[in-house]
């Protein structure tokens, strides 16, 4: 079967994003002293991280036994619902990590701006929380 040349770097390109894992998950480092070496008690999150497709790098609390979470701090996304975060390989949860949706788009967007720079939504791919 032949290809039509136009659709030749389509198809090229297709087989390559079949072949790459999401990097949901992967390991990532912050620039804050610290936050990388030890367990803290609340999420961390920081934008910018180049390492992620998402550039979202989330260091979270240690999770509970028994998870599937590799990396402490790790690559996140926004979500929507757990399948969003590969739940199974990754063992991470889609939940709120940031601030409460109603908050953020209640301030001013140049308040926003200022102290939240570009984060727009609550909801992330995080490791469960100790019960």
């Known amino acids: 079967m032949r290809f039509p040349r136009s659709l030749a770097p389509v198809a090229l390109l297709l087989a390559l994003a079949g072949c790459q894992e999401a990097d949901v998950g992967q390991k990532c480092a912050f620039d804050l002293p610290g ?17 992620c497709e998402n550039l979202v790098c989330i260091k979270s609390p240690p999770p509970p036994a028994g998870s599937k979470v590799k990396n402490n701090p790790y690559c996140s996304k926004p979500c ?19 601030l409460d949706p109603t908050f953020i788009n209640s301030l001013p967007a140049d308040v926003r701006k200022l102290y939240l720079g570009d984060i727009q939504f609550s909801n992330y791919c995080a490791a469960p929380l100790p019960q």
């Not at 936050?35 to 390492?51: K, P, Q, S």
């Not at 929507?80 to 940031?98: H, P």
Request: hydrophobic share 35%.
């Open 35 to 51: 936050i990388d070496e030890g367990n803290v008690a609340a999420d961390y999150l920081e934008t910018g991280r180049a390492e």
């Open 80 to 98: 929507v619902s757990n399948s969003d975060c590969a739940e199974g390989q990754t063992g991470l949860q889609c939940r709120a990590v940031v």
